[in-house]
């Protein structure tokens, strides 16, 4: 089992990395998911994630797509983006798959990895996890 820290990663840099090692047997932890950052402009991202959300489809809105609203769910749906989902590969990879918010208490003492080519080195123009989730109405 591998515990990777999320504080201000880019998520799809971080996903991506996350998903080919995924598709190779091993089992991620995420911890920290509500410090990951999205890069771009506030409005941008807001647009993106808004229309995504409560975009209508051509079918029964009630059976989806849904995208959701939770900091530790809105990470996990991005790496499981990157996973062949349709194929049994990608849905038994994404099994091995755990996120969550802050660090448990069962995950303390373990050796915490990060992912050097996923940091963020913006100093303006991104928006954490939570910073989305909590203007979508998400309470965690």
């Known amino acids: 089992m591998t515990v990777i820290e999320g504080t201000n990663m880019v998520c799809g840099r971080l996903a991506s990395p996350i998903a080919k090692r ?3 047997g091993e089992r991620i932890e995420i911890v920290n998911a509500e410090k990951i950052v999205f890069t771009g402009t506030r409005e941008g991202i807001f647009e993106k994630i ?3 959300r409560e975009g209508s489809v051509k079918g ?4 989806g797509p849904k995208y959701p609203r939770v900091p530790d769910l809105l990470v996990k749906r991005v790496v499981r983006g990157m ?3 349709k194929m049994s590969s990608g849905k038994a990879a ?7 918010i802050g660090v448990p208490v069962e995950l303390k003492d373990a050796k915490i990895e990060r992912i050097e080519g996923a940091a963020n ?3 303006k123009g991104f928006l ?3 910073e989305i989730s909590r203007s979508l109405g998400a309470k965690w």
């Open 22 to 24: 995924l598709l190779n």
């Open 50 to 52: 808004v229309r995504r």
């Open 60 to 63: 029964n809105p009630h059976q």
């Open 83 to 85: 996973l062949p989902w």
């Open 94 to 100: 994404y099994k091995n798959l755990r996120v969550h």
């Open 121 to 123: 080195k913006l100093e």
């Open 128 to 130: 954490t996890v939570g």
